[in-house]
């Protein structure tokens, strides 16, 4: 079965910078769009940020400008980037890669509080 381990999740404070990583436990290269999504309490899980086998991006209006998505098909990764992060960010992350199954990992903290 195909795993995806996501990490790097964790406290920061506002103006602070985390990466994620999402590694899948197989190649991703002929995997045409992965993505970041995420779930902060209370709410529904919304798109952050994806990218394609090119290096194509998109990213939520939220989140533009201050996050980056990028994939090393070499290693089988995916990154988030994420910079000035503001506490309306915190919410658990989740990687998701359309095609294997399963297709979303489990999750990872982010925390955004002084």
């Known amino acids: 079965q195909v795993q995806l381990v996501e990490s790097g999740g964790g406290l920061v404070q506002p103006g602070g910078s985390l990466r994620l990583s999402c590694t899948v436990s197989?190649?991703?290269?002929?995997?045409?769009?992965m993505g970041w999504f995420r779930r902060a309490p209370g709410k529904q899980r919304e798109v952050v940020a994806t990218?394609?086998?090119?290096?194509?991006?998109n990213y939520s209006d939220s989140v533009k400008g201050r996050f980056t998505i990028s994939r090393d098909n070499a290693k089988n990764t995916m990154y988030l980037q994420m910079n000035s992060l503001k506490p309306e960010d915190t919410a658990v992350y989740y990687c998701?890669?359309?095609?294997?199954?399963?297709?979303w990992g489990q999750g990872t903290q982010v925390t955004v509080s002084s």
């Open positions: 197989e190649n991703i290269v002929n995997i045409y769009a």
């Open positions: 998701h890669a359309p095609g294997v199954d399963p297709s």
């Open positions: 990218i394609t086998s090119h290096g194509s991006t």
